[in-house]
Protein backbone atom coordinates (compact mmCIF):
# COMPACT_ATOMS: atom_id res chain seq x y z
CA UNK A 1 0.00 0.00 0.00
CA UNK A 2 0.89 3.52 -0.73
CA UNK A 3 -0.37 6.65 1.58
CA UNK A 4 0.14 10.23 0.16
CA UNK A 5 -0.60 13.50 2.02
CA UNK A 6 -0.66 16.60 0.31
CA UNK A 7 -0.24 20.12 1.60
CA UNK A 8 0.75 23.57 0.93
CA UNK A 9 -2.95 24.34 -0.33
CA UNK A 10 -4.55 27.81 0.84
CA UNK A 11 -6.06 31.11 -0.12
CA UNK A 12 -3.94 33.42 -2.75
CA UNK A 13 -5.15 36.34 -4.66
CA UNK A 14 -4.70 36.23 -8.38
CA UNK A 15 -1.43 36.49 -9.42
CA UNK A 16 0.18 34.88 -6.61
CA UNK A 17 2.32 32.11 -6.07
CA UNK A 18 2.00 28.37 -4.11
CA UNK A 19 3.84 25.34 -3.50
CA UNK A 20 1.96 21.76 -2.54
CA UNK A 21 3.98 19.07 -1.29
CA UNK A 22 3.05 15.56 -1.41
CA UNK A 23 4.61 12.83 1.49
CA UNK A 24 4.66 9.46 -0.02
CA UNK A 25 4.72 6.85 2.22
CA UNK A 26 4.33 2.73 2.31
CA UNK A 27 5.37 0.42 -0.52
CA UNK A 28 7.30 2.38 -2.33
CA UNK A 29 8.46 0.05 -5.43
CA UNK A 30 7.13 -0.04 -8.92
CA UNK A 31 6.70 3.59 -9.28
CA UNK A 32 6.46 4.57 -13.06
CA UNK A 33 5.01 8.17 -12.48
CA UNK A 34 3.93 10.62 -9.94
CA UNK A 35 1.40 13.06 -10.85
CA UNK A 36 -0.78 16.38 -9.92
CA UNK A 37 -4.58 16.25 -10.52
CA UNK A 38 -7.34 18.95 -9.92
CA UNK A 39 -10.98 18.88 -9.27
CA UNK A 40 -13.08 22.27 -9.11
CA UNK A 41 -16.47 22.03 -8.25
CA UNK A 42 -19.01 20.56 -10.66
CA UNK A 43 -16.25 19.68 -13.23
CA UNK A 44 -14.61 15.90 -13.55
CA UNK A 45 -10.81 15.30 -12.31
CA UNK A 46 -8.28 16.69 -14.95
CA UNK A 47 -4.45 16.09 -14.23
CA UNK A 48 -2.33 19.00 -14.61
CA UNK A 49 1.11 17.64 -14.00
CA UNK A 50 3.03 14.48 -14.21
CA UNK A 51 6.81 13.25 -13.87
CA UNK A 52 7.78 10.13 -14.41
CA UNK A 53 10.18 7.99 -12.72
CA UNK A 54 12.81 9.04 -15.42
CA UNK A 55 12.02 12.67 -14.45
CA UNK A 56 10.66 14.00 -17.64
CA UNK A 57 7.48 16.13 -16.89
CA UNK A 58 4.75 16.80 -18.94
CA UNK A 59 1.65 19.59 -18.07
CA UNK A 60 -1.64 20.32 -19.35
CA UNK A 61 -2.17 23.16 -21.59
CA UNK A 62 -3.63 25.04 -19.19
CA UNK A 63 -0.79 25.31 -16.92
CA UNK A 64 2.55 24.99 -18.95
CA UNK A 65 4.62 27.99 -18.39
CA UNK A 66 2.96 28.52 -14.71
CA UNK A 67 3.31 25.03 -12.59
CA UNK A 68 6.29 23.09 -12.20
CA UNK A 69 6.27 19.55 -11.20
CA UNK A 70 9.58 18.49 -8.93
CA UNK A 71 9.96 15.18 -7.19
CA UNK A 72 12.71 14.30 -4.16
CA UNK A 73 13.63 10.24 -4.43
CA UNK A 74 15.30 10.62 -1.06
CA UNK A 75 12.91 12.43 0.96
CA UNK A 76 9.94 10.58 -0.92
CA UNK A 77 8.01 13.78 -2.22
CA UNK A 78 6.37 15.08 -4.89
CA UNK A 79 6.06 18.90 -5.21
CA UNK A 80 4.10 21.45 -7.35
CA UNK A 81 4.93 24.83 -7.73
CA UNK A 82 2.28 27.02 -9.04
CA UNK A 83 2.87 30.79 -10.27
CA UNK A 84 0.48 33.31 -11.84
CA UNK A 85 -2.16 31.64 -10.37
CA UNK A 86 -5.52 32.63 -11.88
CA UNK A 87 -9.30 32.25 -10.02
CA UNK A 88 -9.67 29.31 -12.64
CA UNK A 89 -7.22 27.82 -10.67
CA UNK A 90 -9.38 27.24 -8.00
CA UNK A 91 -9.66 23.63 -7.01
CA UNK A 92 -9.09 20.46 -4.66
CA UNK A 93 -5.45 19.24 -5.65
CA UNK A 94 -4.86 15.69 -5.46
CA UNK A 95 -1.43 14.12 -6.16
CA UNK A 96 -1.28 10.29 -7.52
CA UNK A 97 1.39 7.54 -7.72
CA UNK A 98 0.93 5.13 -11.03
CA UNK A 99 2.84 1.86 -9.53
CA UNK A 100 3.47 -1.22 -10.82
CA UNK A 101 3.67 -4.34 -8.56
CA UNK A 102 3.91 -8.03 -9.55
CA UNK A 103 2.21 -7.50 -12.70
CA UNK A 104 -0.99 -5.37 -11.72
CA UNK A 105 -1.04 -1.82 -12.21
CA UNK A 106 -2.07 0.22 -9.18
CA UNK A 107 -3.19 4.12 -8.78
CA UNK A 108 -3.45 5.43 -5.67
CA UNK A 109 -4.46 8.92 -4.63
CA UNK A 110 -4.35 11.55 -1.82
CA UNK A 111 -7.04 12.94 0.47
CA UNK A 112 -6.20 16.58 -1.61
CA UNK A 113 -6.02 19.83 -0.06
CA UNK A 114 -7.79 23.25 -1.79
CA UNK A 115 -6.53 25.55 -3.37
CA UNK A 116 -8.29 29.37 -3.71
CA UNK A 117 -7.54 32.12 -5.87
CA UNK A 118 -9.27 34.86 -5.52
CA UNK A 119 -9.62 37.93 -8.34
Known amino acids: QVQLVESGGGLVQAGGSLRLSCAVS????????MRWGRQAPGKERELVAT???????TYADSVKGRFTVSKDDAKHTIDLQMNSLKPEDTAVYYC?????????????WGQGTQVTVSS
Open 26 to 33: GIIVGIRA
Open 51 to 57: ITHGGTT
Open 96 to 108: NVDQLMAGLNYDH
